[in-house]
């Protein structure tokens, strides 16, 4: 298999039609276009904070997806008044080029920049990914220290121990979010479905014990690779308003099924 379509199966880029009139969201977000460092112009969403609200979202969306996918999901993080800024990457929901990881990673920085630019002065970044996005959000925030935090959801512990074993050989580029937690100095939430059948089931327990900073590991019993955002999305809101108070402050009340399994400040 050549690299180039061993990348097109690893990313599996959607470029299908974005519907907004589907969506739920009586509010709709703004089209945003952001320029990479290599000039490559990508198409995302945004939907505005509250007046003097510093809090923004940046959402990364997973494997096979685009950014019309991705904000139907992110319009449930709006409740409390936080920005959302729905990210994309090249080659993805008709996005020039095609993607591979040096390229997604400029992809990531561009819409992290704008995120800055968008909540000004004081900005509290905070990074979303799913599955893919949530190894997108990781490597972006590694070694920075002007994010807020980073909350992952399916999050693999490596790529390759994600792919099916007839499959390793062939993986074009290597992930490793073992490795990458460990240079993330804002505080970490990791949340995995019990009855996920995407990612092995000790990834988030190898990711939360990898972290050398602030983390939290969140089991959601009965969720799958994909949890409902209608209830994930203001419970994350509210998350993040408790973890802007400081590391001490437990975090808010989880639906009944769910567990912290791991916690450190």
């Not at 969506?23 to 490559?40: E, G, N, R, Y």
């Not at 008709?94 to 992809?107: F, Q, T, V």
């Not at 690779?225 to 108070?245: R, V």
Request: aromatic share 8%; with cysteine.
């Amino acid at each position: 298999m050549s690299c180039g379509l061993a990348r097109q199966e690893l990313y599996a880029p959607r470029s299908g039609p974005i519907d907004i009139a589907q969506w739920s969201s009586t509010v709709p977000p703004q089209a945003i276009q952001v320029t990479t460092s290599d000039q490559i112009a990508l198409n995302g969403y945004f939907w505005p904070g509250a007046p003097g609200d510093k809090d923004i979202f940046v959402f990364f969306h997973g494997r096979g997806a685009h950014h019309g996918v991705a904000a139907k999901y992110a319009q449930y993080l709006r409740g409390r008044g936080d920005a959302v800024l729905v990210a994309s990457y090249r080659g993805f929901g008709g996005n020039p080029g095609s993607p591979d990881r040096a390229g997604i990673e400029r992809d990531a920085a561009a819409f992290i920049q704008t995120a800055h630019k968008l909540a000004g002065e004081e900005a509290r970044v905070w990074l979303l990914g799913h599955s893919l996005g949530a190894a997108l959000a990781i490597d972006a925030a590694a070694g920075r220290h002007d994010i807020a935090g980073v909350i992952t959801i399916a999050a693999f512990a490596t790529l390759t121990a994600a792919a099916p074993w007839y499959a390793r050989p062939f993986v074009p580029e290597r992930w490793n979010n073992v490795e990458e937690v460990k240079r993330i100095h804002a505080p970490l939430l990791i949340l995995q479905g019990d009855k996920d059948r995407v990612i092995p089931g000790d990834s988030g327990a190898r990711l939360a014990a990898a972290a050398q900073g602030p983390v939290a590991y969140v089991s959601m019993k009965g969720e799958t690779h994909k949890p409902p955002m209608q209830t994930l999305g203001p419970w994350l809101s509210a998350a993040i308003a408790t973890m802007n108070k400081g590391q001490a402050e437990p975090l808010p009340e989880l639906p009944a099924s769910w567990t912290v399994v791991r916690q450190t400040s």
